[in-house]
């Protein structure tokens, strides 16, 4: 019965996208729970795709439309996962499941921060996915992950089609790995949280990589430090973005009594809690770190300059008391009498090695050299 | 029956008054409750605007006094809106609608935090509404909004008329938008803090450009940017000063259980609570970042003073024991046996040639050059 | 029945006394409630003054001795005033409204922190009275007023005549404005922490002109403008340390309940407590607006030294390399061909002009120049 | 029938303890509850002194060993007091007051942290007495005391003789002054909490002292200023740890509902608390005023700096222009028209003024001369 | 009866297993509570070891495989320590002891932060243990100890055999020491859990040291202070983020009512929380003091640059007029008139000597010489 077809990989999200707004795309005065109509030219390709699934069976299918793909789907908790929502689909979502028009507004009202919210008969979850954009560097590819939940039954939207975070979790719905088959659409609803929480560490790591480079580096730094710096702390002030309300939402969901999440999962939930706590520590020790590291780079400027004074100074002040010396006998005063003695001029130098040995003892005792 | 003029675009607010006073007028000793008078010279153009509306129908009305404006408005909620009030007006409406006289003084001393304070049967909101003076800029325009309701009622008092966050919300009552033909007083005000709210992200947004620039411009300042920096902390800083206390007082109003919030509305509120801490986050972000910005910006000095000095060093270093050679054979002895060794001009020129291309040598050893 | 004497302005505080302690004068070891001798040579001009009002009467009477004065005060509620209260004095009242022995040894130990405490049947508040020494400054002029409140009396001990800022309270009272004859105790002593606490906010604008003015000179600044933002720093952090704790006291004095403070008042101190939120919230915005221009004072100091060094970098490292060619030909050698040379002297000024140039093209490509 | 001998003053603490341990004497591995060995050679002279009063009558009796001085005492609330104790005394003291091993332990490992701890029938309470250790200094001399009591009895535990702190406490119960004699054991513990409380005020006034004249030197630095303000930072560092948790511990004593505490001496205790508030704010004002130093300090070097340069670079660019005309006419070319010219010194001459004044000029805009 | 076999000092860890990851090895996407495969080439050595004992007494055994193990030993309360646990073994546990299967996942994926879970029937605890890694330094060996504990036994997983820390334990329980063979399990559990918390206090120590010897050096450094410094505050931040976390859950043990811990323990818990509250404080205070010194290693850097600068300027400033004097008198005109003098040499020294004089005078006075 069970019918899971092999997915192709998902395109990746274009480089287009992944310079985003950092501001809540929220217009002044628009009745609240009223849905934006979507950008012109922005023709985001839909993909809906349901997945249904009981203790014995799972079937998989995907339908152009809302309608089609729920009328193929089996029995049991059912996952409609939507790729790049616009607001008639989730009109139609919303009459179909009775989401709230406020967390539909929500949903395509971009960058929202992580949330839990709980309705008369749903949960409405806003989540942020992190992905490095590219290996080896600490750039941030951010997409915002809705999620509703009721009794069997859990919608995901993406907002581009690229999550492959949530692979693992369809592939163990399939070939019931853990409890999943046998457990409600909360824990299904869990798991998708845990993916995204999961999903930080490796940006984390990244990360954490970059620190400690950088910290080798601001003690012998060159310019380009400073730039790599601030993009550092740029990436950690996104990741803590996002943590810190998704550790407050995963908190709120784990103590709050609700006939929606069993007891079961609520202890799930806690290792959730736990992970986004640890992330966040980790995120506030690497803020630590890299200011710490700008005072770091800071001093070692100084020294720099300060190294660069001393040669200065010793050179200088070495060399122009001699000239002096030597301006003074290239005087043409008619009468200078040492300019006539025998031994003038080895004099004269004797004079200048003296001043030079002077000066020398003088830097050496100041350990300028 | 719905009686619904078009309204004329009202007068932008003058440059005057947009030099605000950044403490609140209150004067020392002066007994709790009573107006202050009118500042001599301040006739600010008065504005009563009544919007009565029932689920069927709505009237709109607009008087020079408040008797005149409140007999001619229809049945259902009514929505006062007075544009630049003075203390009789105030008086006068305090007696009609039994406002606290306590509430009353805060309208009229000026720049008040925003708060939400409950009397017996009606709420007193204090906004503040932030708007950028000029496009492009972070300049704000910062006007204190007093909202009132109770049962069946709402009072709206602006010091300046230029209201127009609210014109979407007259908008949604004429064309029976939404749910606020059906809903009560508490709903409207709710629309009107949601209005307040949402239109500090466009502010937001101008801050965030105006951020992203200056973080560009940092790495390579010019004095403007110092100032350029010192102005956007002080938008910042009011952006603060006025989305902290909103976010809290929207909390406690959609806590509290009170006759007056319908449930229904609260869910509203919470939404608008969440827009409220999605600005405050954003603030926070933004400060760290400029804070971030003033230790770049003075890392560059630091670098560019560092660059100036290695050049001034090269120079010095290399020509003053060079000088120091000619001026040796610029001497007058009569017995200086070099001056007339057939190669002696060779052998000084070779000498310094030498001494020349040691410095370079350590210099080039040392990174300066 | 109403006699209200008119009162000669009292005299201001003399310069000795503004320069005050920062520490509460505690001698460890003390008995707790014994109240500490006189200092010798501290003999302050003692006076008790007895304000006595029901709703139809006021009594106003002024005594040398208490006993003398609660003689003659007629019925209703009797406020004690008392400025500069020695251990007698004190003594002598907390036997006569059994005023707690810690209460009153608090009175006479100097600087303490303001705050309310709640006796058996008596309330006792510290506040601190701020007021400008000079207009224009912002130096402050900081003063202890201990008021006691029970059923039907106040006391207020001020350390020095001078209290001017209670005096609209007294005319409040004298002309019955307000609802001050009909309420109680609790009122009165509301009066008079809203009158004090009203009594900051003329201090903070004079602070918030003089930070606007620093702003401005932060950015050009002199020697002087160091010295000012570190005296307008220090004043901040004592309008800290009257206002915060303050507003504590405030919130307690509204939420607990007592028979004491009747439910009309608390809606009242509500207001008050508002008053000193927003008081705090303005010093801490001058706090960080003032640390902030500390950074910029650095910059700009950076930035000057920066400038100097360019002007002397750019001069020597042009004229050195010319002069060093200069002393070449000025050396003495017999066998110097260049010398002969016809055009040699136009040939050794055409090599430091194109030497120049050159340089002054490489400092005008920095930007140096 | 009251023997009280007349003391003599104690040997003050050698210099040698003066140098305390910041890290408690915890050894790892250590079965809990047990008495840490004495360090060899440390033999601290025993002295156990016991204080008996009813409120009729007081005895005082001092002995070697424990049994002998409590066999001595007479009835009513005892007061133990031991001077440097040791494992086998403590046990002893253990044994006869069931106290707790845990406390025991504690008071041996040394620097804890000021806490209080409630046992089945007894408090204990570790707190640090703080000291000058020379008069016009801020270093300090940091003792901890252990105070336990129970029903009836209050054992101290100090150090080191010397804890002239508790004296006034001891005069109080002789003579009979304030309540001391009508009221119990937790009475008296809180007079010796008091004292070691009120005893932190002199050492925040030595601070305070200290701080003002910091803050007039950092205006003209020399370079003791920097140690002299690393040196008070590390004072009022140590005053904040033994304030914060003092502050706390008396805070949980005063709210904590037991029978060991009468209500009463609740009252008290609020003042204490108070008073430890009060230092701990003293001691944030403290901190923060000398963070603000340290700011000013950096600033006062850099002004200097940029003043030594200006002069540098006064001096500099206005004699190398002029160095570099003069070493031009003592080239030695052959053909040099300007030397043969009647004027031609004059004329150089007249140049090299030109040329000052024009730099003059251009130095005076500037403002650097 | 008590059979126990003198134990070998097991091998140090190695210095590869010292360099540590410091994320989490949590790979996104893994279903939870699926135990992690061993890393290819990770074969640490296993090791599992059972000691039970009742009040009479002790039966240590030891076994390469569980089963083995656990039914070799005796009665009474059995604690299982396993060095280097892998999946398999873990799983075995897990069905054994009904472990939650996401506890047993934490042991395996690496560096979690420290915590107390309560599960139906059993506690978890995540430890880490910190020792110095060579004595004089303050490098950190950080290791994960895992401990569960249940009715009647106690399970303890540690990352690398050395755990010596847990030693006086054994020896405790051998030796019937203190009252670890009266109590239960939950007693165990807490003597493992202060044996940790005590071994952060020689770490803190080591600390403590260096940062009083960098205090120091900061006032005169030399470049590699920056490096120790940098150093410490890791130090210091790696003590912060293992004490911070297990203060937290020591204080949730202790408070938690549970029929898991005795109250008797609750009582010894309260111990160990005052401990990590004391090894917190001092890390808090060593950060503060590390962030003053980088302060002052800038101030003093700055303060080097001025002398340095001022050396320069001074002598720069002397010479330059007087070699200016002597390059005019240099110069090669035929008519200049002072050349001719009887005195003008003397004429020209004096000149020198002159200006040098003003000009020394002039430094005396600014305080540079």
Redo the contacts between chains.
Sequence with gaps: MADTPRREPRPRATTSSSRRR???H?????????LPAPEPGATTPKRICVIAYTREAVTETEGKTLEEALAAAGPGVRWINVDGADAPLLQRLGTHFKL?P?ALE?VLTGP??P?V?R?TDHYFMILRMLRRTTPGQVDIDDEQVSVFFGRDWVITVQERPGGD?F???RD?IRQA????REAGADYLAY?LL??VV??Y??V??AV?DRVEAL?AET?APA?PT??AL?HT??TV?TLR?AIW?TREAVGVLQREESPLVAAETR??L??SH??A??AL??VE?FR??LA?M?????????????E??????V???L??????I???????????P????????AY??SLMVLIAGGMLFYFRRKG?W
Tied chains: 1, 2, 3, 4, 5.
Excluded: C
């Excluded at 790995?177 to 999943?180: A, I, S, W, Y």
């Excluded at 040492?338 to 001029?345: A, D, I, P, S, V």
């Design positions: 950092s501001v809540a929220i217009r002044p005065g628009t009745t609240p729970g009223t709230h406020l929500d929202q921060r949330k919210e309705y975070v692979d693992p979790v163990a790995r853990g409890r999943v798991l845990d993916a999961d999903g560490f490796p984390l790591e954490s910290e003690l310019p400073l730039q601030q702390r740029h002030l973005r309300p202890v799930f806690r290792d736990d992970h706590v640890q520590e980790l020790a630590e770190m710490g700008m005072d770091v780079y800071l001093s070692v400027q100084n020294q720099r300059l300060n660069v004074m001393k040669v200065l100074t050179i200088a002040t060399f122009i008391p001699l000239t002096f030597a301006s003074i006998y290239g005087m043409n005063f008619e009468h200078m040492e300019l006539h003695w025998r031994f003038g001029y004269a130098l300028w």
